[in-house]
């Protein structure tokens, strides 16, 4: 324990204030003759034990009081140490559970890292704070502690995007209507593209994963060109896009054909030529190799093929 | 403050007890008393009345007229009354504490000292028993028996147990049952014992010498005297409380303890009241702020008690 203004333990001299004045009062007061002594000592002895217990008491009491003021005068301070207890408070907290939440580091989801960081959030809480959860969703679930731990327990890696700076200017919003102090904690990995300006009145605490994000690539688009397509069949563009410069393999699927394989990387988009087995609406899904986020190896769209030509 | 008589004169018996004192010696004082207190009766206190003639005495007022005697009247224009044998045999004894703590007043300036007061109260006491031809004897003590006077039924007598009385002074200790068993060696037939004390003394042996002379067919009249501020703490300031006698002390703030010591004090004397009453004996508790004429009073009833078979 330390003490801001530990000259003022000086004033601890003080304590000896009551004891002094204790030792003064015993004093021999003026002596009076009084005959009816024996009914003076008769009335006092059963209370006397407890007068002189009290009498005793009452010093010590003066004295922790004494003594309590100075130390509390000087500023103690303790070591912040364990879960310490505080007022009732709002919080909110923002779980990033967007797509690229799913990613997996050394055989471990990003999701996982965020789920723990959450729940020991949550364990800090008392029975007398609000709590919201904030997902990917944008829905607000208010509960207990205990409630919304089973609901980040039951999170999964969403294919919406989570605005970073929309949440957190929701969870202000919630914080504004609270007459608790609130505070939002935002738990992500921090991608980029979730980055979103805010200014929230309430205070905010960001934590993602110590790891660092792993290089990705992903499908980005596939482009089936200009359509219909002749009964034949076309041509697909597909193109990655991420921070990794490995190209891979790429198979890509029109309908129940069978897959044709090419090779893709970011920066060079891969025309994959496709045959056609029928007319009408058919669906055309590229997919990566797997890689440490399995979100975006895998894209779906749609071509439309011509009906065969009929010479009447 | 005074009261009159209705001739005029102060009732002595009826003033403060300090301002009889001051008007005079213990004899001279308390024959005022004494005067004042016949003079208010409305009966005379000699009650009862026997053929046996015993001698003449001055009319006094009070006497009932029933005993005046006409014929000396109109011989000689001069009233007197006839006395009878039965009314002389009455033996009283005053068993007066003279421990230290009895000189003691807590008012000096407004109050008699519980042994002054005392004093004059059993001189009153003794003369009324002497003019109605009792016989009456004192007995002075503290931790020893220190002045003896048996009993003598002349009204002379007086003379000797005023002067007895005056010159009675504060002792020591108190020990009670000597004094009250010498009683039986002077009071040889049924009599009427008169015990005066503040009774800070051992309520066990001194109620078991007065169970004795209960035994012994007198009646006892125990008066206790006390100074009203014994009956009552009073001050604030923390005191050292000391016994004049034992030299016990306490300290303590009479604020404080007030209604637990007048409690006490309360029990105390309901204690002296029940234990007395058990044993037949009469109990009165004296305040030395109270005039004497009340206090002979009950003395008197009680000698009317006495008197009955």
Redesign the interface.
Known sequence: MTFLHPWLLGGLVLAGIPILLHLLARR?????????????????EE?TRRLRLQHWLLLALRTLLVVALVLAAAGPQFPARGVPGHAPSALVLVVDNSASSGAVRDGEPTLDALRAAARAVLARAGSDDALWLLAADGVPRRGSAAELAGEVGGLAPATSRLDLGRAVALADEILASERRPGEIVVLSDLQQSALGAAAPRAPLLVARPERPVPANRGVAAVDPGAQPWPPEGGRVTVVLAGDSGAGGALGVQLGDRPVRQGYAAVGRPADVVLTAGGAGWQRVVAELAPDELRADDRRVGVVRLAPPVRAT | MTRSSPAGRARLDLLEPRDVARLGGLEVTTEGIVEGFLAGQHRSPRRGFSVEFAEHRMYQPGDELRYVDWKILARNDRLYVRQFEEETNLRAMLVCDTSRSMAWTGDPAARLTKLAYMQRLAAAIALVLLRQRDACGLIAFDDAVRALVPPRAPLAHWQLLGRTLAGLAPGQGTAAEGALRQVVDVLRRRGLVVFLSDLLLDRTLALKALKFLRHRGHQVLVLHVMDPAELALAGAAEVRFEDPESGEAIVLRPRDWAAAFQRTVEQAIAEWRASCRRRGIAYFPVTTDRPFGGVLREVLDRRAGARRP
């Open positions: 021999d007061p003026p002596t009076v003759a009084f005959p009816a002594v024996r009914y003076l000592v008769q009335a006092t209370a």
